[in-house]
């Protein structure tokens, strides 16, 4: 028999096993493997990586990890490519988890990307180490320890990862019928991520206080798009954070509390060494602080039939740049939420309204904006039914994503007066999921109607060297996101299992009938995605397949053939095997080629990606 | 030798040799022979690899796009910022790929794709005129490098001010924009002076915060825009007397760029109501109604008059990332026809 699985409907999950099988680079390589998603990546070990999911921009996307918001309102997005996924335990995306360590700024956005990690687990009583040792191609090199340590009432964890890369890789550029080769240079990379984390209860029948701290180095060359026969580049960008997160969980009879708090500083600074102003170069430097101060209840019924919740939280972003047109940009912003759920046998209904009052200050403090914004959900769908555990149900929701300080202030192109981008949501899901002798089927199927109002977009305003970020544009996105997984235990020592995804997108402009690109489909936004996996074990050893396809999609708004970007598909392929020796010291050692077919790609237009490339890693685990 | 002595043979030495070369050489027009076919420099946009010309054929009137790659059998690069016809060759500078192709003009093989890089350095060339034999081109590291127009090797580099963009020739003088866009909000503002024999700078003007596009007058004046710095310091044309290199006159109107008409400057410009103006460099007199009636142009962006036909034409970038188009217009504003082309419709050349 296979044990119960949970209900893939529910999110899109991956677990430690995939994410170890995948070995990939970032979070951003993992979240490909998910239905609606989109992905934006510029290239390079620790390049900018950004996806859209359902047509939706990334800034609709909560990002929580470990029941924290990262939050980023300097951009307003979070570099994917910078979230490395040694120490992830689960991934998943889509709607909001909704229990009481989901913070309230999350439900108020449109979805949720939850990433949980080893340094926020709370486990007692237990010891744990984590190591790896990779190296691979392009002069990659990385090493990751982790340690737990736990006794009755407190425990804490260290972890710390250093990773490296020289990165320059040998491209075919297809231009129209061209094809444009060279080495993709500028590409060095040094990251160092580290933290600590103490979690302690004053005895077993509580919930523990965790106190989580994370910091991120990165220093990295960037190399930018390929220009056609000019190879010069001299792009740098340093990063820093930290990240200090702090909550307390108190059950009190039904009713559940959570205080919380997170504090992040941010540093970033950039680096144009062949840029022709009086000092020979550019720089930019960018200086972020953000504060959050929330709580959240719960209150269950008897046998958990109705519950209600409610939240707040505090929030405060300030953020100092010579850049921006402002000297410090600051944001304060309030997040409520009240809702109820009902878990009924036959169904679960889950209400809720979001309020969030948004004062925008650029001098000393004072509000020159204040931004009323309102967020209702509604989610209802039916408990698993019968053998088939099929279930079903229906979601709709209007949140807001609000412009970043990029947008509202930087230098020359940032707009004071933008207005949120506003996303309604309309969604129907089914799927079933089925155990049968050694057997696991579940498919899944959803349908769904999203509308983007206020697009925020930066267009050329007075000329192509002034552009300007703008409100313009209506997007309507019709999609359909299907998948299906199957497992068979074929015998106590053989396992196999696939996992197929895809997804379609109809996305495309609506904002004015007389313009070229009403009703083309929206940059980037590929018609069809899809990816299939594929593995096969026998005891600790391991073979996967993992494919992606992103179909042909559109460079700009406009659907001519000169802004048609093709088709691709990536394959790679790992294979391991691990031993297990005495005091369940267990060692695997994994060896995989990426892209196998050495396709030549690209997912934004001229920034090109990698060819065939390998990777062994040697883990170990206690 | 002394160093006056040693002066002395130098200048004679260069006044002899011009006045060989005068003899010896025949130097082409900058006007090329107008027929009944034109190429559309399509800029693209930054970082997509996608500018590209558009052949336009009146006689069969047939319009074709991706010329260069159909003839040269590779794309034109990222950024085409210029075009012009030169004797018997057409010269296309590229911005961001750093490059000068030059065709030649009759059968648009490809003679030579001149790398614009110092050191590994992309130099950023601008725009392109032509003195006897020579091309100048504004390179927005600081210089103005002039190629020699037989070989098409860059036989010198001029170091003028910051960003120099727009550059146009007057007489045996080359008058050079210092835009200093790069160092925002702290523009330049001067035009460099370059004498097309010595080839050195003689001469800064002082003309007012980021200076752009220039047009020589009849009257020998040179005109510049300068653009001031899109928000509190409005764009202004000034005027340049070339005997005596110093700034005449400052315009009270917006301008966004000039083209040369018959003598005479049509002053372009998009602050409010797009517009198209005569002014009579002379009389100093602003026609007040623009030539051409803008309705239905999207993103007008760049204006180019033609004077062996008499034609005005209007670049319309169509919000800069749709498809645009070139529309032709009689010299009095009468229109006449349009032309699809690329994506960012920039300038043209008749052939």
């Known amino acids: ?622 | 030798m002394n160093y006056k002595s040693l002066l002395f043979v130098s200048l004679v030495s260069l006044i002899l040799s011009s006045c060989l070369k005068k003899e010896n050489v025949v130097y082409p027009t900058i006007e090329g022979q107008v027929g009944q076919r034109m190429l559309i420099l399509n800029e693209g946009l930054f970082q997509q690899n996608n500018a590209s010309l558009t052949w336009a054929n009146f006689t069969s009137g047939t319009v074709s796009q991706n010329y260069f790659q159909q003839i040269v059998g590779r794309p034109l690069g990222d950024t085409g910022n210029d075009i012009k016809k030169y004797g018997n060759k057409i010269y296309i500078v590229v911005n961001t790929s750093s490059t000068i192709e030059v065709l030649d003009a009759t059968t648009f093989a490809l003679i030579k794709q001149i790398e614009m890089q110092n050191n590994g350095v992309a130099k950023q060339p601008r725009f392109i005129d032509f003195h006897e034999g020579k091309a100048f081109v504004t390179c927005y590291d600081g210089f103005v490098d002039v190629i020699d127009t037989l070989n098409l090797n860059v036989i010198q580099r001029i170091q003028v001010g910051s960003n120099p963009d727009h550059l146009r020739v007057a007489g045996d003088k080359v008058y050079v924009s210092n835009s200093g866009g790069l160092n925002f909000p702290d523009y330049d503002s001067t035009v460099s002076v370059i004498s097309a024999l010595s080839l050195t700078e003689i001469k800064k003007i002082n003309v007012g915060i980021n200076p752009g596009s220039i047009a020589v007058g009849g009257n020998g004046d040179v005109y510049v825009v300068t653009r001031g710095n899109f928000g509190s310091i409005p764009s202004r044309m000034i005027a340049i007397e070339t005997s005596t290199d110093t700034k005449s006159e400052s315009y009270a109107f917006e301008v966004n760029s000039l083209s040369e008409k018959n003598g005479d400057v049509l002053i372009f410009e998009t602050i409010g109501a797009p517009s198209i103006k005569l002014f009579d460099v002379n009389s100093n007199v602003l026609q007040n109604a623009s030539l051409i009636d803008f309705t239905g142009i999207v993103t007008p962006y760049e204006v180019q008059y033609e004077s062996s036909i008499d034609r005005i034409y209007v670049f319309d970038a169509n919000s800069y990332v749709n498809i645009g188009k070139v529309l032709e217009y009689s010299g009095n504003g009468g229109f006449i026809r349009a032309y699809q082309a690329g994506l960012v419709t920039k300038r043209l050349v008749f052939l």
């Open chain 1, 1 to 622: 028999m296979i044990p119960y699985i949970p209900h893939p409907i529910e999110s899109q999950t991956l677990q430690r096993n995939d994410i170890q099988e995948l070995q990939p680079e970032d979070i951003g390589q993992l979240l490909q493997k998910f239905a609606g998603v989109s992905m934006k990546s510029y290239g390079g070990l620790g390049g900018m990586k950004t996806f859209s999911f359902r047509s939706l921009g990334s800034q609709h996307t909560a990002v929580v990890m470990d029941g924290f918001s990262i939050q980023n309102t300097q951009s307003g997005q979070l570099n994917l490519g910078q979230i490395h996924t040694s120490n992830i335990e689960s991934v998943s995306l889509g709607k909001q988890s909704n229990h009481v360590r989901t913070p309230v700024s999350s439900l108020n956005m449109a979805n949720e990307m939850g990433l949980s990690t080893f340094e926020g687990w709370t486990v007692f009583n237990k010891k744990q180490v984590r190591a790896s040792i990779k190296a691979g191609s392009f002069g990659q090199s990385d090493n990751y320890l982790g340690y737990h340590f736990a006794k009755k009432k407190f425990g804490f964890t260290i972890h710390g990862k250093y990773r490296q890369a020289k990165g320059d890789y040998p491209f075919t550029m297809k231009v129209g019928d061209f094809e444009y080769q060279g080495v993709q240079s500028n590409n060095e990379l040094q990251e160092l991520y580290s933290g600590v984390s103490f979690f302690l209860r004053p005895n077993e029948m509580k919930q523990p206080v965790r106190i989580i701290y994370r910091n991120t180095f990165v220093d990295q060359e960037l190399p930018g798009a390929v220009i056609l026969y000019n190879n010069s580049k001299g792009q740098f960008l340093n990063t820093q954070k930290h990240n200090l997160a702090a909550d307390w969980t108190h059950k009190w009879g039904f009713t559940n509390i959570r205080y919380y708090a997170v504090y992040q500083y941010d540093e970033q600074h950039y680096l144009d060494s062949n840029y022709f102003n009086s000092a020979g170069s550019l720089k930019r430097d960018f200086y972020q602080n953000s504060g959050q101060l929330g709580w959240r209840f719960e209150r269950h019924t008897i046998a958990n039939l109705i519950s209600f919740y409610g939240a707040l939280d505090q929030q405060h972003a300030p953020l100092t740049s010579g850049a921006l047109t402002e000297p410090l940009p600051q944001r304060y912003s309030t997040h409520n939420n009240l809702g109820f759920r009902i878990n009924e046998k036959k169904y679960n209904l889950d209400m809720r309204i979001g309020y969030q009052l948004v004062a925008e200050s650029k001098i000393n403090g004072e509000v020159f904006k204040l931004r009323n914004l309102w967020a209702p959900m509604l989610n209802f769908e039916t408990a698993e039914l019968g053998k088939r555990r099929w279930k079903s149900g229906f979601s709709t929701s209007t949140t807001v994503r609000l412009p970043s300080f990029n947008e509202l202030y930087y230098a020359q192109v940032g707009n004071q007066d933008l207005e949120p981008e506003k996303a309604r949501q309309f969604s129907l899901f089914t799927g079933i999921a089925r155990n049968h002798r050694s057997w696991f089927f579940a498919s899944k199927l959803v349908t769904y109607y999203n509308q983007i109002e206020n697009k925020i977009l930066a267009i050329p305003t007075k000329n192509l060297f002034v552009w300007s970020i703008q409100n313009i544009d209506m997007v309507n996105a019709l999609g359909v996101d299907a998948g299906q997984v199957i497992k068979n235990r074929i015998n106590t020592k053989w396992n196999t299992e696939v996992q197929l995804n895809y997804s379609f997108q109809y996305s495309v402009d609506v904002t004015d009938k007389n313009s070229p690109t009403y009703g083309h489909q929206i940059a980037y936004i590929p018609y069809h995605t899809a990816n299939v996996d594929w593995s096969l074990s026998r005891k600790k050893t391991n073979l996967r397949v993992s494919s992606s396809f992103i179909g042909g999609r559109y460079s700009l708004n406009e659907n001519v053939s000169n802004n048609y970007l093709d088709p691709f598909v990536v394959l790679d392929a790992s294979f391991s095997h691990g031993i297990e020796i005495k005091y369940k010291h267990k060692v695997n050692l994994q060896f995989q080629v990426k892209n196998i077919i050495g396709q030549n790609y690209t997912y934004i237009r001229s920034f090109v990606m990698p060819g065939r490339n390998l990777l062994i890693s040697l883990n170990y685990e206690l």
